[in-house]
């Protein structure tokens, strides 16, 4: 017995293989737009509050 998946943007759906997760190319760029406009984020503490930010290095080690 094989579970159907609903496309997680329009929710009314179901995946079809060629666009999986989604149910059509609208809803995969619709996901990829909340992704490039910051609109899903991963959680974590801001930058602001991080006692020890790593910082870059200033010798790069190589020999001028």
């Keep these: 017995m094989s579970k159907i998946t609903i496309c997680p943007i329009c929710e009314n759906r179901p995946t079809?293989?060629?666009f999986k997760p989604f149910c059509s190319k609208r809803c995969a760029d619709v996901?990829?737009?909340?992704w490039?406009?910051?609109g899903y984020a991963i959680p974590g503490?801001?930058?602001d509050d991080a006692e020890e930010a790593p910082s870059r290095p200033t010798d790069s080690g190589f020999d001028d």
């Design 16 to 18: 079809a293989a060629e």
């Design 31 to 34: 996901d990829l737009q909340k």
């Design 45 to 47: 503490r801001p930058l």
């Design 36 to 38: 490039l406009s910051d």
